[in-house]
């Protein structure tokens, strides 16, 4: 499976991985800007026949800010290294 992922991108051809890396950055960029996200779920606690009771939650998806600096780097590495080719 990494392999594949691997040899796929490696694969690309120069336009594709500058997109590819610039895709990378930007978003690296905005995970570390946006550390994350609400979303609104909503819960159902009593259900007696026609009488409906719900209860609305809000729950954080969030990422490590180190994981937009991963991306950030990879996609200076791709830049850097389609350069050479």
């Known amino acids: 499976m990494v392999y594949h992922l691997v040899f796929t991108i490696y694969s690309l051809k120069s336009a594709n991985m500058k997109i590819f890396a610039a895709i990378l950055i930007v978003a690296g960029i905005l995970m570390i800007v946006f550390r994350g996200f609400s979303?609104?779920?909503?819960?159902?606690?009593?259900?007696?026949?026609?009488?409906?009771?719900?209860?609305?939650?809000?729950?954080?998806?969030?990422?490590?800010?180190?994981?937009?600096?991963?991306?950030?780097?990879?996609?200076?590495?791709?830049?850097?290294t389609n350069k050479r080719r």
């Open 39 to 80: 979303v609104q779920t909503e819960k159902k606690v009593v259900d007696l026949g026609p009488v409906e009771i719900n209860k609305k939650e809000n729950r954080w998806i969030g990422w490590p800010t180190y994981a937009g600096a991963i991306a950030i780097g990879a996609g200076a590495l791709i830049l850097l």
